[in-house]
């Protein structure tokens, strides 16, 4: 089987665009690997989230379990969140503005509150 040289050039080029056509079918189609590359980003944020929600739940059922046994975090909590006070202590409460800092010779008190 011969060719000539043009039909061989012809030839040629026809298999040349065939590859080309495939090439950017296999790179930019709709499942493609331009596709791949997206959707692999997508997955990795989507695990980084997973295991990111895992670790909140964690630490929320560690809270849970914390508020349901351990009386003296739950005293914490009321303190730290609601500033709860026992009858027999007295809460102070700073004011910490800017204002204090530019005027460091004022020697207002706090009061206590009950």
């Not at 980084?48 to 005293?75: F, G, K, M, P, V």
Request: proline share 3%; aromatic share 12%.
């Amino acid at each position: 089987m011969h060719f000539s040289k043009k039909g061989l050039f012809k030839f040629t080029l026809f298999f040349l665009f065939l590859v080309t056509l495939m090439v950017a079918w296999l790179g930019f189609g709709e499942h493609g690997f331009v596709h791949l590359y997206r959707m692999e980003k997508e997955r990795a944020v989507h695990i980084e989230r997973i295991s990111r929600l895992e670790r909140e739940n964690q630490e929320l059922l560690e809270e849970i379990q914390r508020l349901r046994t351990d009386q003296a975090y739950i005293e914490a909590m009321g303190r730290r969140e609601l500033g709860l006070v026992k009858n027999e202590e007295i809460l102070y409460r700073f004011d910490h503005r800017e204002e204090t800092e530019a005027n460091p010779g004022s020697t207002s008190k706090p009061e206590p509150e009950k």
